[in-house]
């Protein structure tokens, strides 16, 4: 969940004291002798900090990652969104000498709050130079990695689990095994985001350390093959051993805790107030705005503050809202006591005077605070920041919706004065003031409310609902609701009399949690019957209604009539249409038959989570003729990977003199910039300057990215020209004070004399907004648009499709290091999928000879696309200012400006008329295609191909078509995964769809009646067509059929739906036919003294494992000269990072072939290694025999060769 917040931070110097370099735990020697000062004291990793000063608003992630060597934990959205900064955080009690440890997001932990605890990282798991640990092995074994930048949050959520499970008494699983399950390690990284791997071999990594694991249900992996038994198999796997587990909380830290190690909190302008009263004290001496009452702080997650706070005070310190206490009454909550903690007892509540219908009242409160952002945000957030942030804010709260359905009170403290409310009269409320504080919630003990009947026949309901775009895993929900009824059955009937209920909606674009008073009483005493419900449903339509301006309202209506339906709908008469037996995949019987209760069916589940993953089994079948290649070996790098030692542009670190940056983009579509002011004049403390087109040298250009279409300028000159536009870079200190201080700059706009902006592709048509695209780009008509027109039988005429923008959401943002180097040089690290391109921009930017930059870019956090153009900027804005201040300039873009300024995937709109014979033939597609291109060229033009050659997949008949290419007042758009393909092949699916659903066929067969035949691609795909026997995809198309058993489970699906009436199942199989592009690409293969090779390729890791394919096939390729011994030459071969200097023409990292055309270079540049090594390698056989690599290689002293690109390009059908 990603949200356009601004950030605000103060910014204080820090200075950090790593007393003692230890590990493991070992107690330090001066350990316990410097608790005297006050100091805020920690430890990571085994280490000891000891801050006698820090900013009270730095977080965790932002110490960790600027003031120690720990950079594993991530910066991704900084909102507690993603897990990619995942820490664990361990708490000592010396009372009960017992340690507890939660996982954490770093981003959003204040550093204050972590005083006395323990932090463990991945690398303090296990890194490169002590051996990795277990966890790193198996997500590196089971292929879990790609880009790796989401991978140590990962492991640290899986090691989180871990941990607890070990402290069970479950039974001592055999080795390689630990206590986890594969339900509690398949959990353990729901939330943790990975936008390249996939989720299966996370899962199955995760799922190896459980020990009611099935072997068998693990996925494709290097550790074992196929044929290998279950016991090979299991023999394996890395070795966990639990008796030589990391401890996370070091001895030295205990001693120091038992000890009294004193927090001077004050200093930091941290309160830690420890009673009521001291809290009152605090809040009188309170003078306005500058105090943050703080629990966890994860509420900044979703509302970050944008002015600085003079004080904090922690809540968490007070016994009276830490406490969690159960009685007759009820359960009475502390506000500071966290979501996990009430989880935990809720499930647990078995013990005291509830009657077993409250408990399972209690119990679905557990499971569906279990859904409520993840493990690492609920280990810490509060009942009591949720509820404030719902009152004074209108979070759309989960824990407001269903607290309001039990009837609930609160105790709130306002000044001296205590009150009791009710959770209602809470919400309804004004919001809250800064004095005053939630001490408590209560959830009542039904049994002691005294609303329920004295009737003895009765029946309790409680059932909590929730809609959000993932069940599990940091998804706010599109509505929440609870319902609580008591029903009984009629003596008379057989009908079910509704005696009271009491519900609840919420989040659904509501200010707060609604109690639906009407529904209540209109249902209060009424025999449910499908009338009854019916009536009700629409008062539910009438009630939850959302506000102007909320995404999806007939959505979000419409679901509460579907949850209000279903939680009655089985206690209705069985006799009716609507219990037909069949409701909902489960069979219901009559519920109140022979007076006997039976409760709603969801009831029978109360601790049903939806199934997270199905089972699958991968086999592949390899060939030993080109070994290595194609062997599942592990990704070069995914070790380090996982423990966060790899590196990337963010993790290098800062040079001496070091500024940040952060862009100023424009709020205007199109406007005259007048004026660009910082909000404290002339600069604010630690700002060192702001730079815009106008410190663009005079021979350099206003320049940003440029492609073979166009240029981009970097920053707006004297008008801007879309909304997102880079005005100026603001340049700082710390990321953070840049951040500050452009969020806060002013842009002073114009309007005169300006057209209004063009802000639709309608607008543009209509003003002739077009950007050209070549001749070669346009693509061809195919047949006779009329003729097939006139022999259809059946037409949609001009029906319309609209397709969106998306992001790329790469888990690094765009980010640059730029260091200004002598004589008028300067070296960028760049993460960009072109290193190449940008080189160029930045010496036509400042206006240099090209050799006289050098952008290095080793390894980028996932791309997508977007680090090809829109990464250039990033990198040019660094050089320019590193250049013009002489001094190293980075940046690192937070996730609100990357999703602002970088453009995405070009938005769409489609008319279509479609002509079409009766069994679904298509006859002829006519097309009109709008495509947003955005402000800016970019490289717009090749989307026009791509969608054609997407859609081209069927067998349209005849085709004709009209694309435009829009120019239009918006960020300029670029290529993403499969730019224009993806929406071809929408399109044409959407058509297939269409046409099925008109005639009501299947729509397979509607597929499988328009696929190519091999002349039908031939006029489709003019010269990529291949020969007849390459035309695999109908033989695909059968054989699917076939593996999968699709007609078989179409009887099964219809079965399924044919006894379901509410639950219905779809199955499809969606051909595509894509068109390959071999882009030429360089290459260079070193062999050293020693026998090692060293290798330098165009193409750019990204994630999909280019480096790891390349390495094989230099393996394959120099094996050919056939050494004794060179059998290991895999391990011999590092691939190296891109350096612009070393490796000319490097090209652009797209389009799905950059590996393979990597591979091929370094194939050809090997066999020129091979043809040169050969005769000496023959004559030393002659003389020894034998003759081993190394020895061969120590004769010549090294060799390397080089391959240039390719001069064409390769089309392949
Ligand atoms: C990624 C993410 C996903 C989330 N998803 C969900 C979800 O699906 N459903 C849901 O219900 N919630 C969700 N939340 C919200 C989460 O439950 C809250 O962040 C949390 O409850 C706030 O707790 P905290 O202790 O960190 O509060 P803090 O951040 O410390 O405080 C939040 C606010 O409340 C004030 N405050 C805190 N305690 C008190 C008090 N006792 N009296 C007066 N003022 C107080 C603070 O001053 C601050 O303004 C999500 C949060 C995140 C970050
Ligand atoms: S959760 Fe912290 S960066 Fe995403
Ligand atoms: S590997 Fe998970 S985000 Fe790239």
């Known amino acids: 969940m990603i949200r356009y917040l601004t950030f605000a931070l103060n910014c204080y110097p820090t200075m950090a004291i790593r007393l003692v370099s230890q590990t493991r735990g070992v107690l330090s020697k001066m350990g316990g002798t410097q608790t005297a000062t006050g100091n805020l004291v920690f430890a990571v990793n085994g280490e000891r900090f000891e801050l006698p000063t820090i900013d009270p608003s730095t977080t965790l992630l932002e110490f960790l990652r600027s003031h120690t060597p720990f950079k594993s934990v991530k910066l991704s959205c900084g909102e507690g969104g993603c897990g990619a900064c995942v820490a664990l955080l361990s708490k000592y009690d010396p009372v009960l000498d017992k340690v507890e440890d939660f996982t954490v997001s770093s981003c959003l932990t204040l550093l204050c ?10 690398e303090g798991l296990g890194n490169s130079r002590n051996g990795f640990h277990a966890i790193h092995k198996r997500f590196t074994g089971f292929h879990a990695s790609q880009c790796g930048y989401c991978t140590p949050g990962m492991c640290v959520s899986l090691f989180g689990a871990l941990v607890n499970a070990e402290k069970t008494n479950r039974l001592e699983p055999p080795p390689p095994f630990s206590k986890l399950t594969v339900f509690e390690a398949e959990k353990a990284v729901a939330g943790n985001i990975c936008r390249c791997t996939g989720y299966r071999p996370i899962a199955d990594a995760c799922k190896s350390l459980a020990a009611d694991v099935d072997i068998e249900d693990l996925g494709l992996n290097s550790f074992w093959r196929k044929e290998h038994s279950k016991e090979e198999k299991i023999s394996k796997l890395p070795v966990y051993d639990r008796n030589d587990e990391v401890c996370t909380f070091p001895e030295f830290l205990k001693m120091e805790i038992r000890s009294g190690i004193s927090f001077d909190s004050k200093r930091y302008n941290w309160y830690t107030p420890a009673s009521v009263e001291e809290l009152q004290n605090l809040l009188n001496f309170d003078e306005g705005t500058g105090t943050k009452i703080v629990v966890s702080n994860t509420g900044m997650g979703y509302y970050k503050e944008l002015e600085p706070y003079d004080r904090y005070i922690d809540l968490k310190h007070i016994p009276e809202l830490s406490m969690l206490r159960i009685d007759q009454t009820g359960v009475e909550i502390g ?46 957030a509060s009942v009591g920041g949720n509820l404030v942030m719902a009152q004074r804010k209108y979070f759309p709260s989960d824990i407001a919706a269903i607290l309001l359905a039990v009837d609930s009170t609160v105790d709130i403290m306002s000044g001296h004065q205590f009150k009791k409310i009710t959770l209602e009269e809470f919400l309804e409320g004004p919001p809250l003031d800064s004095n005053s504080i939630l001490i408590s919630v209560k959830i009542p003990n039904w049994a002691s409310v005294g609303k329920l009947s004295p009737e003895n026949n009765t029946t309790l309901l409680f059932e909590t609902y929730r809609a959000s775009p993932r069940p599990l895993g940091n998804a706010l929900p599109y509505l929440n609701a609870a319902f609580l009824a008591e029903v009984s059955p009629t003596k008379t009937s057989d009908g079910v009399l509704v005696n009271h209920c009491q519900m609840a909606f919420g989040a659904y674009g509501t200010k707060h949690a609604i ?57 209705i008469d069985s006799g009716t249409e609507i219990s037909n037996g069949f409701s909902n995949g489960y069979t219901s019987t009559s519920l109140f038959k022979h007076s006997k209760p039976v409760q709603n069916n969801n009831q029978h589940y109360p601790n049903k989570i939806p199934t997270m993953l199905s089972s699958g089994k991968q086999v592949l079948q390899l060939s030993k003729s080109y070994n290595p290649v194609g062997e599942p070996i592990t990704k070069s790098g995914a070790a380090i990977q996982a423990s966060g030692e790899a590196v990337y542009v963010d993790d290098i670190p800062s040079p001496v003199n070091c500024l940040h940056g952060a862009f100023i983009y424009s709020r205007k579509p199109l406007a005259w910039v007048k004026s660009i002011k910082l909000n404290q004049k002339p600069f604010p403390d630690g700002v060192a300057a702001v730079i815009s087109s106008k410190d663009i040298p005079d021979h350099g250009k206003n320049v940003g990215s440029r492609t073979g279409f166009g240029a981009e300028p970097l920053f707006a000159d004297d008008q801007t020209h879309c909304a997102g536009q880079r005005v100026a ?48 780009f346009r693509g061809k008509p195919v047949g006779d648009i009329s003729k097939g027109m006139d022999e259809a039988d059946n037409k949609i005429v001009s029906a319309e499709i609209r397709l969106g923008s998306q992001y790329y959401f790469y888990m690094e943002t765009q980010t640059a290091l730029a260091i200004a180097d002598e004589d008028n040089c300067i070296v960028v690290y760049s993460s960009v999928q072109c290193p190449e391109y940008a080189h160029g921009v930045i010496a036509k930017c400042l206006g240099v000879p090209a050799h006289n930059v050098r952008v290095i870019t080793r390894r980028v956090g996932g791309g997508f696309g977007g680090k090809a153009m829109h990464a250039m900027p990033i990198a040019t804005a660094c050089a320019l200012a590193a250049q013009k201040l002489q001094r190293p300039v980075r940046m690192y873009l937070n996730r609100k400006t990357d999703m602002i300024v970088t453009g995405g995937r070009h938005p769409m709109k489609i008319t279509y008329t479609v002509g079409f014979k009766s069994d679904g033939k298509i006859t002829a597609l006519q097309l009109e295609i709008l495509i947003d291109a955005g402000i800016a060229i970019d490289v717009s033009p090749i989307i026009v191909p791509n969608v054609l050659n997407g859609l081209k997949k069927y067998d349209w008949g005849a085709l004709s078509f009209d694309i435009k290419l829009c120019k239009t007042n918006s960020t300029s758009k670029s290529a993403m995964r499969a730019p224009g393909e993806v929406q071809g092949s929408y399109i044409a699916e959407a058509i297939i769809e269409r046409v099925a659903s008109t005639l009501s066929l299947e729509v397979d067969s509607v597929r499988n009646v328009n696929l190519h035949t091999y002349n039908s691609l031939k006029s489709f795909y003019e010269g990529s067509a291949g020969e007849p026997v390459e035309y695999t995809l109908p033989s695909i198309w059968d054989q699917l059929a076939v593996s999968s058993s699709f007609n078989q489970r179409i009887e099964m699906m219809n079965e399924f739906n044919r006894r379901n009436k509410w639950k219905k199942r779809g199955i499809s199989r969606v051909p595509i036919v894509h068109e390959v592009l071999l882009r030429p690409t360089p290459g260079k293969v070193s062999i050293l003294n020693d026998g090692s090779v060293v290798v330098e390729v165009g193409g750019i890791e990204l994630g999909q494992g280019l480096w790891t394919k390349v390495k094989q096939m230099v393996a394959y390729a120099l094996s050919l000269i056939q050494c004794n011994g060179d059998g290991d030459l895999l391990d011999k071969v590092r691939v190296i990072q891109a350096d612009t200097l070393s490796l000319i023409q490097g090209g652009l990292t797209a389009g799905s072939t950059t590996s393979e055309s990597s591979c091929e270079v370094v ?43 390719i001069s064409e390009f390769l089309l392949y059908p």
């Open 113 to 122: 709050s972590v005083n006395r605890c323990s932090i463990t990282t991945s």
């Open 335 to 380: 506000a500071a006591v966290t979501i996990s903690k009430i989880i935990e007892t809720l499930k647990n509540e078995n013990q005291h005077e509830f009657r077993p219908t409250d408990r399972i009242i209690l119990q679905k409160l557990a499971n569906h605070m279990e859904k409520i952002a993840t493990g690492f945000i609920r280990s810490t």
């Open 515 to 571: 109690r639906a008073r009407t529904i209540e009483k209109f249902l209060t005493g009424k025999l449910l019957s499908s009338d009854v419900l019916y009536k009700a449903i629409k008062l539910v339509r009438a009630a939850v209604v959302p506000e102007d301006g909320t995404a999806n309202p007939a959505y979000r209506s419409s679901l509460a009539a579907g949850f209000l339906f279903e939680f009655f709908s089985s206690l």
């Open 729 to 776: 870079l603001v340049v700082a200190d710390t990321q953070k004070l840049a951040d500050m201080a452009a969020n806060s700059a002013v842009v002073s706009y114009g309007m005169e004399n300006l057209e209004p902006p063009i802000l639709s592709v309608e607008e543009a048509v209509k003003r002739s907004s077009f950007f050209d695209v070549p001749p070669f």
């Open 1163 to 1205: 194939r050809l540049c090997c066999n020129i290694l091979v043809e040169r090594l050969t005769t000496l390698k023959e004559k030393l056989q002659k003389q020894t025999g034998n003759v081993q690599w190394e020895t061969l290689i120590s004769k010549i002293s090294g060799v390397h060769a080089k391959c240039e690109p």
